[in-house]
């Protein structure tokens, strides 16, 4: 299997010197032409090489896009997370960043609230997709028809009276979201916790990330949690410009 592997890793920095046909790629890997015919022909299933109608093969689309979320993602993280911690320490509650990978919304980044009184949650953990500020920032973002299509997929569980509980209505939050660049989630999925968030923006103007304050009601209430989303809003817009290397908005009212 790894030899495998290796071989076909070993055909992209073929095709990145230009298209190849099915001999030359065969003559680089050594192999007979039907064993590279069969590397070829999974790397095209996966959107890796492209076929072309002279029958040479050159690298796919879907590795660009890769590439690109790649490098989106590898350095969002270390961008944000001054930012992160200073939104901390003026606030002091949990504040958390997230990324849309693989069909999940992920934790990529934490800073821990001062109060004894802390959620659970951590790096790497997939968000409740239906009801998670960060996760409505993430797909808000996408094209109508991936909105619609993800929304009919989706299932709805009722973690709380306040959880979305429909795929109408699970748009309809998408579409306000989407309008107003912000998002709440106040006793959605967890009935004692509350949260605000606001999108990271990329060169395009994207949402390439999605950042959040969240506190348990005990701490503060879900109107004094809103009054932090000017604050959250500007730190938004201050790594969506260092990321973007563009200048920050103005400051949310």
Known sequence: ????????????????????????????????????????RTLHEHG??????????????????LAQEAVENLDIREIAHPHLVALNEQCGHTVHLAVHEDGEVLYIDKVESRYPVRMYSRIGKPVALTVAAVAKLLLADLPEPERRALAQRLDYPMYTPRSTPDAAAFLDELATVRAQGWATDLGGHEESINCVGAPVRGTEGR????????????????????????????????ISGEYSGNTPTKEAS
């Open 207 to 238: 949402v390439v990330a999605a950042m959040s304050v969240s506190a348990p009601n005990v701490v503060v209430t879900a109107d004094e949690l809103l009054s932090l989303l000017p604050l959250v809003r500007r730190t938004a817009e201050a």
């Open 48 to 65: 890796l090489v492209y076929r072309q109608q002279d029958q040479r093969y050159r690298l796919g689309a879907r590795l660009f896009a």
């Open 1 to 40: 299997m790894s030899q495998t592997v290796d071989r076909a890793l070993s055909i992209l920095p073929l095709l990145a010197q230009g298209p190849a046909d099915l001999g030359q790629v065969a003559e680089r890997l050594d192999v007979h032409k039907s064993t590279a015919l069969r590397l070829l």
